[in-house]
Protein backbone atom coordinates (compact mmCIF):
# COMPACT_ATOMS: atom_id res chain seq x y z
CA UNK A 1 0.00 0.00 0.00
CA UNK A 2 1.74 3.49 -0.46
CA UNK A 3 1.93 6.14 1.36
CA UNK A 4 -0.12 9.27 1.42
CA UNK A 5 1.31 12.35 0.04
CA UNK A 6 1.30 15.81 1.99
CA UNK A 7 -0.87 18.26 0.28
CA UNK A 8 2.57 21.11 0.13
CA UNK A 9 0.12 23.52 -0.50
CA UNK A 10 -2.27 23.26 2.59
CA UNK A 11 0.96 22.77 4.48
CA UNK A 12 2.65 25.88 3.39
CA UNK A 13 -0.39 27.90 4.92
CA UNK A 14 -1.27 25.54 8.25
CA UNK A 15 0.92 25.52 10.57
CA UNK A 16 0.18 22.60 13.43
CA UNK A 17 1.15 23.89 17.17
CA UNK A 18 2.72 21.11 19.81
CA UNK A 19 -1.34 20.24 20.97
CA UNK A 20 -2.09 19.65 17.84
CA UNK A 21 -3.69 22.82 16.78
CA UNK A 22 -4.49 24.01 13.58
CA UNK A 23 -3.54 27.44 13.16
CA UNK A 24 -3.79 29.48 9.70
CA UNK A 25 -3.52 33.35 8.97
CA UNK A 26 -7.15 35.30 8.62
CA UNK A 27 -7.69 36.49 4.75
CA UNK A 28 -8.37 40.00 3.42
CA UNK A 29 -4.64 41.45 4.01
CA UNK A 30 -3.47 41.83 1.15
CA UNK A 31 -4.74 44.16 -0.76
CA UNK A 32 -6.95 47.35 -0.50
CA UNK A 33 -5.96 48.28 2.25
CA UNK A 34 -6.45 51.86 2.21
CA UNK A 35 -9.89 51.17 2.25
CA UNK A 36 -9.66 49.40 5.36
CA UNK A 37 -9.71 50.61 8.77
CA UNK A 38 -6.90 50.28 11.55
CA UNK A 39 -9.18 48.27 13.87
CA UNK A 40 -9.67 46.18 10.58
CA UNK A 41 -6.41 46.18 9.40
CA UNK A 42 -5.21 45.11 13.01
CA UNK A 43 -8.16 42.36 13.42
CA UNK A 44 -7.22 40.51 10.71
CA UNK A 45 -3.70 40.24 11.47
CA UNK A 46 -2.37 37.41 13.54
CA UNK A 47 -3.23 33.67 13.37
CA UNK A 48 -6.31 32.19 14.05
CA UNK A 49 -7.34 28.53 14.83
CA UNK A 50 -9.00 26.57 11.72
CA UNK A 51 -12.87 26.35 11.98
CA UNK A 52 -13.78 22.88 13.51
CA UNK A 53 -15.91 22.01 10.49
CA UNK A 54 -12.85 22.09 8.55
CA UNK A 55 -10.65 20.39 10.41
CA UNK A 56 -10.93 17.09 9.54
CA UNK A 57 -10.22 17.82 6.38
CA UNK A 58 -7.40 20.15 6.57
CA UNK A 59 -5.80 17.09 8.52
CA UNK A 60 -6.39 14.39 6.13
CA UNK A 61 -4.28 16.29 3.57
CA UNK A 62 -1.87 17.06 6.19
CA UNK A 63 -1.53 13.14 6.66
CA UNK A 64 -2.57 13.37 10.21
Request: charged share 40%.
Amino acid sequence: MPKNKTHKGTAKRIKVTGSGKLLRQQAGLRHRLEVKSSKETRDLSGTVEVAKADQRRVKKLLGR
